[in-house]
Nanobody, 125 residues
Framework: QVQVVESGGGLVQAGGSLRLSCAAS???????????MGWYRQVPGKERELVAI???????VYADSVKGRFTISRDNAKNLVYLQMNSLKPEDTAVYYC????????????????WGQGTQVTVSS
């Protein structure tokens, strides 16, 4: 079973910073590869939207709304992804979800998508 778990959300004042972390895990030796890890966010009444994504060995891709303020990074060896969020704005308030595209050793040809449970980020004015 694959687990994707986010952490690091919280309440912060506008202009402040937060660092989100996400760990993908499975039974020992079961993950063949993780092609990409990324972050999405969602607010009530709106569609879930891409924030940032990083494929293995490629630079991060960002939504225009966060470009220049957020930075995505990965620790491939530990199956971790981070989202450094600076200069936060009230509009950034949302539940942030970690996303990963993973191939398991048992079925390496098939790449599946996994989601975390989400972590709340609230930016006050």
């Amino acid at each position: 079973q694959v687990q994707v778990v986010e952490s690091g959300g919280g309440l912060v004042q506008a202009g402040g910073s937060l660092r989100l972390s996400c760990a993908a895990s499975a039974a020992s030796g079961s993950i063949f590869s993780i092609n990409s890890m990324g972050w999405y966010r969602q607010v009530p009444g709106k569609e879930r939207e891409l924030v940032a994504i990083k494929k293995t060995a490629e630079s991060g891709v960002y939504a225009d709304s966060v470009k220049g303020r957020f930075t995505i990074s990965r620790d491939n060896a530990k199956n971790l992804v981070y989202l450094q969020m600076n200069s936060l704005k009230p509009e950034d308030t949302a539940v942030y979800y970690c996303n990963a595209h993973i191939r398991l050793r048992s079925s390496w040809i098939q790449e599946n998508e996994y989601w975390g449970q989400g972590t709340q980020v609230t930016v006050s004015s």
